[in-house]
């Protein structure tokens, strides 16, 4: 008997731990950004390791609801969204030199200030729009998946020129 009722116990106790086990994969509603830090300490920790000043833009084209950074991999990740309008998403990586990605070849030129040259291209069967551009040895990639902005290649140039 008694070792029917380490058993049973014992069966108890692995329910109680496995049943309130959420899929991983599974987003969690009160972190839709994922594990992130304030942007502030995120930029300051990356400016520290890498031993450079990086500036984030003045201009946000969209209203953000939830906002965090993150570093990975050597890049540098700050994310604005706008949680009450489709999930709107502005998300800016930062890299440490000169990054060349292989979706520039099929982008379009565009000039910023400063005489910098960008390059545009939308990602194939979405709404996401992205500006690539070096400034002070660091390479810059900015998407913005909004519904509302019509002409999202000016945002993306606004958000650059304001860096």
Same mark, same amino acid.
């Given at each position: 008997?008694?070792?029917?009722?380490?058993?049973?116990?014992?069966? #108890?106790? /692995?329910?109680?731990?496995?049943?309130?086990?959420e899929?991983?994969?599974?987003?969690?509603?009160?972190?839709?950004? &994922?594990?992130?830090?304030?942007?502030? !300490?995120?930029?300051?920790?990356?400016?520290?390791?890498?031993?450079?000043?990086? #500036?984030?833009?003045?201009?946000?084209?969209?209203?953000?609801?939830?906002? &965090?950074g993150? /570093?990975?991999?050597?890049?540098?990740?700050?994310?604005?969204?706008?949680?009450?309008?489709?999930?709107?998403?502005?998300?800016? $990586?930062?890299?440490?030199?000169?990054?060349?990605?292989?979706?520039?070849?099929? +982008?379009?030129? #565009?000039?910023?200030?400063?005489? %910098?040259?960008?390059?545009?291209? %939308?990602?194939?069967?979405?709404?996401?729009?992205?500006?690539?551009?070096?400034?002070d040895?660091?390479?810059? %990639?900015?998407?913005?998946?909004?519904?509302?902005?019509?002409?999202?290649?000016?945002?993306?140039? !606004?958000? +650059? $020129?304001? %860096?």
């Open positions: 008997m008694t070792l029917n009722k380490l058993l049973s116990g014992l069966l #108890v106790v /692995i329910s109680l731990f496995t049943g309130g086990v899929d991983p994969l599974t987003p969690d509603p009160n972190k839709p950004l &994922g594990d992130v830090l304030p942007i502030e !300490k995120a930029v300051q920790e990356f400016n520290y390791l890498y031993g450079i000043e990086v #500036v984030l833009p003045q201009y946000l084209p969209i209203h953000y609801t939830t906002q &965090g993150s /570093i990975d991999q050597g890049a540098l990740r700050v994310d604005y969204m706008d949680q009450s309008n489709n999930d709107d998403l502005l998300s800016i $990586n930062v890299f440490v030199g000169e990054e060349h990605l292989e979706s520039e070849k099929r +982008a379009k030129e #565009v000039l910023l200030n400063k005489n %910098i040259t960008g390059y545009h291209f %939308i990602m194939p069967d979405s709404n996401i729009n992205f500006l690539i551009f070096r400034q040895r660091l390479t810059y %990639i900015i998407a913005l998946a909004s519904h509302y902005k019509d002409n999202k290649v000016d945002e993306l140039i !606004k958000i +650059a $020129n304001s %860096i």
